[in-house]
C-alpha cells in the first residue's frame, strides 16, 4: 500500500509541477516536466526537466531554483498532501539522451 500513496504523491507533483511551470515561465523557452522521484522516506523529491531550446537549460534551472518557495507552496494549496517534500528542480540528462540515441536510430 505504501508504494501505491508513493507513486500518486509523485504523481500529483508531477501535474502541479507541469502546471506552476506552464503558468510562471516565460515564453523564451519550452520547459517540459519529465519525471518526478519520490526518496523512499517521501522526505526528499527531485522534479526533473528538459527544455526547448537545449541551450536554455542552465536559465529555466536558475529560474526554478528562484521559484522553488512559490512552487513549494503552489503544491501545499493545490493538493491534499499533508506534508510535501522538499523540492528540487533537476534538468533530466536521461531523457535527452534517449532523444539522441532516437535521433541517430532514425539516420540509421
Known sequence: MRRVKHDKTEEIIHRLAAEFVRDESSPSSLITITRVELTPAGKDAAVFFTTLPESQEDTALKFLERKTGEFK???????????????????????????????????S
Open 73 to 107: 507552496k503552489f503544491v501545499l494549496d493545490k493538493s491534499r498532501l499533508g506534508i510535501v517534500p522538499h523540492l528540487t528542480f533537476k534538468i533530466d540528462y536521461g531523457e535527452r539522451n534517449r532523444q539522441r540515441l532516437d535521433e541517430i536510430s532514425r539516420e
